[in-house]
């Protein structure tokens, strides 16, 4: 059983509206056949449930892009950050780099 789909992947774009249905970006799939349609540059994700190799979670991301945000405003304020926060900082820039 999988634990992640497509749906939540920061590749992932939901082009419905459009007419161009739910599509990878993923510079890795490139031209790749997942199975949707014909082979094009940003290939169609066959159902919800599919999830390639080049999965990655965009809130993850988001999240800890506020929380860093957040942490750096503190000082641009004029604020001084704990020396917990000072190392929540950098832990979470670390974090990212990660990602």
Known sequence: M????CLECE???WL???GQGFRCACPENEYRD???DKIREIPM??????????????QRATTLTKLIFRLQ???M???????????LLEQY????EGL
């Open 73 to 75: 405003d503190i000082t």
């Open 93 to 96: 820039k670390k974090m990212l």
């Open 2 to 5: 999988k634990i992640h789909t």
């Open 77 to 87: 304020d004029g604020g001084e950050l704990t020396e917990e926060q000072q190392v």
């Open 11 to 13: 590749h992932s774009k």
């Open 34 to 36: 997942l199975g949707g």
């Open 45 to 58: 994700i066959p159902n919800r449930q599919f999830c390639c190799e080049h999965f990655s979670v965009k």
């Open 16 to 18: 419905v509206a459009v």
